[in-house]
């Protein structure tokens, strides 16, 4: 599974509306939107490529989205974690 970011989503766009979008381009595992920008995780290091390579400055509901392969992993939180309880 690949996370993929999506940034500059305009108001009001739903999980669905953004699902529906990269289903087009690979298969979608999970999608969630957080106000400005969400995240979609798709099947594949394909897919991902795909949909990102297609949909990256695609216009959404009136405003370009930014499409990217997340860069996150969580592990900065743990860290994080980590040193404060060893403070």
Known sequence: ?????????????????LRMLFEKHGKVTECDVL????????????????????????ILRGQPINVEKSKGSGVRGMRLVKSCILS
């Open 1 to 17: 599974m690949v996370k993929i970011f999506v940034g500059n989503i305009a108001e009001g766009v739903s999980d669905s509306d």
């Open 35 to 58: 106000g400005s920008y969400g995240f979609v995780h798709v099947d594949s290091e394909n897919d991902a490529e795909i949909a990102i390579n297609n949909l990256d400055k695609t």
